[in-house]
T-cell receptor, first 116, second 108 residues
C-alpha cells in the first residue's frame, strides 16, 4: 500500500527558532498533501492543503506566515514552523492523496514538536 | 467543521464484534463517509469508506442507513490490537475534518 513518511519523528527546539518538518510519499506521486496538528487528547485539526507547484490553502485561523508550507515536488512537502513558541508544541501529521484514489488519504507517522 | 458525532468511548470484549456508531445527519448526497483509526501517537490508518451501499473489506464492515444520516463500523472479531481512537469522517470537498472520535478499548 501507499506509504507516507515524516522526518523527523520528534524534535525539540528553543523558543524563537524555526523548525522544518518533511513529508514524503515513498511509493507514489502525490499532487495533494495535507498538514494536520493534534494537541494531547484532542482530535486532528486540518491546517492546510498543499498542492504541488502552487501555494498552500490554509484553514481559517492558521497563520500562513508562521506555518510555511512548500510542495515543490510530487513526493515532498515541507512544513516550517517559524519563530516557534511553546504553544506550538504539538503532534504534526501529514497525509497524501494518491492519484487515481480520488479521496483516500494516507497518513504519515507524525512529528512530535516540543518548543522549550 | 466536522459533520459527525460519535460516542466518546466504548469497551468491547476480545473476540466479540465491536459496533461503532456515527451520526452524520447533515451529510450531502455525494459526500462519502470514511473511517480511520489512530493508535496512540501514530498517524491515522485507513479502515473503510462508503457512499450509499454497505461495504466490507478485510478489516471491517460499514453499514450505512438508507437515509445516510448514520453509519456503523463493525469490527467482527475485536483483538487487543484494535484498541484505538476511531474516527468517522465525512469528506467535504477534498478535505477531511476530523471529529472527536470514539476511543475503543478491547478488554481481554
Amino acid at each position: 500500500g501507499a506509504v507516507v513518511s515524516q522526518h523527523p519523528s520528534w524534535v525539540i527546539c528553543k523558543s524563537g527558532t524555526s523548525v522544518k518538518i518533511e513529508c514524503r510519499s515513498l511509493d507514489f506521486q502525490a499532487t495533494t498533501m495535507f498538514w494536520y496538528r493534534q494537541f494531547p487528547k484532542q482530535s486532528l485539526m486540518l491546517m492546510a492543503t498543499s498542492n504541488e507547484g502552487s501555494k498552500a490553502t490554509y484553514e481559517q485561523g492558521v497563520e500562513k506566515d508562521k506555518f510555511l508550507i512548500n510542495h515543490a515536488s510530487l513526493t515532498l512537502s515541507t512544513l516550517t514552523v517559524t519563530s516557534a513558541h511553546p504553544e506550538d508544541s504539538s503532534f504534526y501529521i501529514c497525509s497524501a492523496r494518491e492519484p487515481g484514489h480520488r479521496y483516500e488519504q494516507y497518513f504519515g507517522p507524525g512529528t512530535r514538536l516540543t518548543v522549550t | 467543521d466536522a459533520k459527525t458525532t460519535q460516542p466518546p468511548s466504548m469497551d468491547c470484549a476480545e473476540g466479540r464484534a465491536a459496533n461503532l456508531p456515527c451520526n452524520h445527519s447533515t451529510i450531502s448526497g455525494n459526500e462519502y463517509v470514511y473511517w480511520y483509526r489512530q493508535i496512540h501517537s501514530q498517524g491515522p490508518q485507513y479502515i473503510i469508506h462508503g457512499l450509499k451501499n454497505n461495504e466490507t473489506n478485510e478489516m471491517a464492515s460499514l453499514i450505512i442507513t438508507e437515509d445516510r444520516k448514520s453509519s456503523t463500523l463493525i469490527l467482527p472479531h475485536a483483538t487487543l490490537r484494535d484498541t484505538a481512537v476511531y474516527y468517522c469522517i465525512v469528506l467535504q470537498g477534498n478535505q477531511f475534518y476530523f471529529g472527536t472520535g470514539t476511543s475503543l478499548t478491547v478488554i481481554p
